[in-house]
């Protein structure tokens, strides 16, 4: 059946005066309740978190070298210099480009951009991007999601006589870059007060005092917040304080948009505006303008955000769903093989490294990813290449990527990254080394291996209603930082089971509460491991009963949200399992 993982569910217990807040903005005791669990301490902060605001907005000034990089691009555009943008090959870095890009062709620069090529160059900014930006004439490197680390490229641009500025938001190392300017809202001596911005988040920030010291228009930039939202969800930032305000103003600045690309990669994928959220710009949109990255060339999705005629659009667009379906059906291949390793070890390490000799090295991000969702432990992907091993890792909130990959630096030959995800290379002799010193030194104990469900309150069924679930739209946008609200009850009857979808992958059961409230509930996690744990507990007799629609005396506590399911122009109330804890029979 595989290994499960442990889980501790716990109710938040978060006190306040919820019916003064509730009074307050004239919403319910649940919802106010909510506002707190998630911080929210004083109604001005309540205020801003219901109703995003652009003023809400901190000023690019404040970030450090931020002013000082606009100046110097202002005044090489005057000079008619030429400027090269390097942006990175995920959606972060695609967008930042783009932002760049279309600043400063309004701005009136002679401007190009290179994407490096995830196998041939790697991440960032790297010499041989040096050595053909000085043979091109290039005047000025302008790095964006990307450069914080690049000391001796940034040295060796100078050396070429270059100018360089570099803007970034990744964590910073030992030593940092000599460029003419630095942006990294991360850095110790920066004053502006939110520091988790992602790359493009960076850029739009850049952008409004380029187009300042270039004598435009207040409010030029305002319309990059559609994209800093979508690089924002994807780049798996917390959707807290300023992030959240950009994503909500950029949702909404994307619902309406008449741009060409983001049109053309909708209608690719069956999305109609009004339908965009978190969940469509991470999980569909977001991985088409990916896969183009680790598959071919970034360089398409940054044309396709440039592109001003339609059809192109359409052309670029429909090629890069194809290729994310590519990366999507290799990547559950990787995802197979790699859980096969783990299990096949029995108890998983607290840190998982698999290495993947046949796997796309641009996949390992995204299997280490699953991997970490599987087994809530940190997990590094690595695969061969011509250089040696190259992976990625994706880590747990318990456990710091970079910190630890710090701490074995000298068996690595390259590592950056964040607490949360990093990338790496290394010489295969150091692999085993490398595994058995990163398990030595994690200091994860059983109790961080272990998954806790934050549970934001106990709701019967009967405490359902529809003006409930639509107020809960209000504290959207969902994502890290801000999950979507998850409610527990115990007890629950189930009646009867149903497999739908693909594969039978997914559950529909009917179920009851001790007020003989019943409702629709689906399940859309693994739904063969799910039947596996019910024919282990209650045998197969029992599950097939409840296949056919007969109450066997099965009990079940829940972790759900609430959702409204509108078929046929009927609307009915039904929630969504997120975890589920089977008892004992009646």
Request: net charge negative.
């Amino acid at each position: 059946m595989g290994i499960l993982m442990k889980e501790k569910w716990m109710v938040k217990n978060k006190s306040a005066d919820f019916k003064a807040i509730a009074g307050h903005f004239g919403i319910s005791e649940v919802t106010a309740r909510l506002l707190v669990n998630r911080g929210l301490n004083d109604f001005e902060a309540m205020g801003c978190y219901l109703a995003p605001d652009i003023s809400q907005l901190h000023d690019p000034r404040g970030m450090k070298d931020a002013g000082k990089a606009a100046g110097i691009l202002a005044e090489k555009i005057s000079e008619g210099k030429k400027i090269r943008i390097i942006g990175d090959y995920d959606v972060d870095g695609v967008v930042a480009t783009y932002i760049f890009m279309e600043t400063l062709l309004e701005c009136g620069a002679d401007v190009d951009y290179r994407i490096p090529e995830r196998v041939r160059d790697g991440y960032g900014l790297n010499l041989r991007l040096v050595e053909e930006a000085a043979a091109d004439g290039v005047d000025t490197i302008l790095t964006c999601d990307n450069g914080i680390a690049a000391v001796e490229q940034v040295d060796f641009a100078k050396e070429c006589g270059m100018c360089v500025v570099v803007t970034d938001h990744h964590e910073l190392q030992e030593q940092l870059p000599k460029a003419d300017a630095l942006v990294n809202p991360k850095q110790m001596d920066c004053s502006y007060p939110y520091k988790g911005l992602c790359g493009a988040a960076v850029a739009y920030k850049v952008a409004e005092l380029i187009y300042g010291a270039c004598g435009k228009e207040k409010g030029s930039a305002e319309k990059f917040i559609a994209f800093a939202a979508i690089a924002t969800v994807c780049d798996v930032m917390e959707l807290t304080g300023e992030n959240r305000t950009i994503v909500s103003l950029g949702l909404a600045a994307l619902r309406s948009s008449t741009h060409c690309g983001i049109q053309a990669l909708c209608a690719a994928n069956g999305i109609t505006g009004e339908a965009l959220d978190t969940y469509r710009l991470g999980f569909v949109l977001g991985p088409c303008i990916n896969a183009t990255g680790r598959l071919e060339t970034a360089e398409r999705g940054v044309k396709l955000l440039l592109s001003k005629d339609g059809q192109e659009a359409q052309e670029i667009a429909e090629k890069l769903k194809e290729l994310n379906e590519i990366r999507r059906d290799m990547t559950a291949k990787g995802v197979q093989a790699a859980v096969k390793i783990v299990e096949e070890k029995g108890e998983p390490d607290r840190v998982l490294v698999v290495f993947l000799e046949d796997c796309h090295e641009s996949l390992a991000g995204i299997i280490a990813g699953r991997l970490r969702e599987r087994y809530n432990r940190p997990a590094i992907v690595l695969t061969r290449t011509e250089g040696g091993l190259k992976g990625s890792g994706r880590s747990t909130g318990q456990y710091s990527m970079f910190e630890k990959l710090t701490e074995c630096r000298e068996m690595l030959k390259q590592y950056g990254g964040h607490p949360m995800a990093a990338g790496l290379s290394l010489a295969e002799e150091n692999y085993l080394p490398l595994v058995s010193q990163l398990n030595e030194r994690c200091g994860l104990t059983e109790e961080d291996l272990t998954l806790k469900i934050s549970i934001d309150a106990v709701l019967a069924l009967t405490g359902l209603s529809f003006s409930l679930v639509e107020e809960l739209n209000r504290l959207e946008p969902f994502g890290k930082g801000n999950e979507k609200p998850v409610f527990a009850e115990r007890g629950l009857k189930l009646h009867r089971m149903t497999a739908i979808g693909k594969g039978r992958k997914m559950f529909r059961f009917l179920v009851e509460d001790a007020y003989g409230t019943q409702m629709d509930a689906l399940y859309f996690g693994d739904g063969e491991v799910l039947e596996e744990e019910m024919i282990a507990r209650y045998g197969e007799d029992v599950v097939r009963g409840l296949y056919g629609g007969v109450d066997m005396g099965v009990r079940m506590s829940v972790v759900y949200y609430p959702s409204i399911n509108e078929y046929r122009d009927k609307r009915t109330l039904q929630i969504v399992l997120q975890h589920i804890m089977w008892q004992d029979m009646e």
